[in-house]
Structures are given as structure tokens and as C-alpha cells.
């Protein structure tokens, strides 16, 4: 996120949301900044997040990537983080669960991040979860923006039907690719015609 003041942009999408959790908070301020061109900084969303925030827009996103402490833990153990380091973060006595794999990239975060090895092919899925914050009967479609000729990406399903308000529905992101530059950046958006839920797809080398 590129902004001076993303504490203030949180405390006004709190104001209007004070039951939401920071990751929805978050969420909200991500999915609904504004991009920024590539060509102002070759590090692209490594440089500026994923935009401007919007305050104004945040305030209803129409969608959001909830996660909660729990969700985090995995995260950690999926990062290799050991028991002990764990419960002096979480302040009780959390522990890694056995299986710990994927959950690294299946962190219910509103972007996508992908490291991977020059002219090898690869195949990644990540799975995400949102839930419905804006009209309780929504229909949401999935465009995807990205180079021509760069990634191979799907996204199943690739339209979701909402019929409440804090409903939650669940969508698996696909990537394969061989590749051949240093980085490629791109976003998915869901879109029902109010909203545009805009989430960076960012692979590298």
C-alpha cells in the first residue's frame, strides 16, 4: 500500500466498520487503491504496494479477505517459524500443526505472490476466501489483467453468487508459466458492476 498515512485511512474505514478485523481493514484498503504504472518504478508492486489508497472507497469494498490469528500462525509455521518463537508472539501456547504445507501461499491475503526459477515451468495454486460486505444478492466476475503472452492464469470459479450479507465463498487462483523476465505483474478483479475488488498477481525470479 503507498501512502503516508495508512494508520489515518485505517481509522476511517474503522469508523464506519468498528466490528471488522485488521485483516479486513486491510483488505479494504488494498483491493480498492488505485494502480500505479509500472513504468514510474521497475520494482513495480514491490515499490508501491498495490496503489494509492482511497479512503473514500475503502470505507465500502464491496468485498473482503478476512483472516484471523490463527490463520497467521500457520502462516508463521509455514515460514519455518519453531514453537518457541511462535508462543512468544501469539503470548499463549500455539503450536505448528503437523502439515504445514501450502499454507505460506494459502494465507487469506488480498494479493498474490510467487517465487520461482528462470525457463523451468511451473503450476501454483493459491486458494482464497472472501466475504460479502457490500449488496446482500451480488454477482461478482473475474477479469484478469496482464501482459499479453506472459502468464497462464485461471481462476475457478470464476464467477461467484453471493445472497447475504457476510457470506463467504471460496475461489482457487491458477498459475503456469515459464519465465523468462524477472518479474511479471498483473491483477485480478472481481467485479459486480459497483465494485472492483482489484488483488496484484506478482511473479518473480
Not at 512468544?88 to 501456547?93: A, E, V
Request: glycine share 6%; charged share 15%.
Amino acid at each position: 500500500m503507498s501512502c503516508p498515512h495508512v494508520s489515518g485511512a485505517a481509522a476511517y474505514v474503522k469508523s464506519f466498520h468498528p466490528t471488522w478485523s485488521p485483516a479486513a481493514i486491510q483488505s479494504a484498503l488494498m483491493t480498492t487503491a488505485a494502480p500505479m504504472s509500472s513504468g514510474i518504478n521497475m520494482e513495480a508492486e514491490f515499490a508501491y504496494g498495490s496503489g494509492h489508497l482511497n479512503p473514500l472507497k475503502a470505507a465500502n469494498p464491496g468485498l473482503v479477505y478476512d483472516a484471523n490469528e490463527t490463520d497467521y500462525i500457520n502462516f508463521l509455521c509455514g515460514q519455518g517459524y519453531a514453537t518457541r518463537l511462535i508462543q512468544l508472539l501469539s503470548k499463549d501456547n500455539s503450536t505448528c500443526p503437523k502439515d504445514t504445507n501450502g499454507t505460506v501461499s494459502e494465507l487469506n491475503y488480498p494479493s498474490f505472490g510467487l517465487s520461482t526459477s528462470p525457463l523451468k515451468p511451473f503450476s501454483r495454486t493459491f486458494k482464497r476466501t472472501v466475504t460479502n460486505v457490500g449488496s446482500p444478492t451480488a454477482v461478482y466476475r473475474a477479469n484478469l489483467s496482464f501482459p499479453t503472452g506472459t502468464l497462464k492464469i485461471r481462476v475457478n470459479p470464476d464467477v461467484l453468487s453471493f445472497t447475504s450479507v457476510g457470506q463467504k465463498l471460496s475461489f482457487d487462483v491458477i498459475v503456469e508459466a515459464t519465465m523468462d523476465k524477472a518479474m511479471v505483474s498483473g491483477a485480478l478483479v472481481w467485479d459486480d458492476g459497483e465494485h472492483k475488488v482489484r488483488s496484484p498477481i506478482v511473479v518473480f525470479i
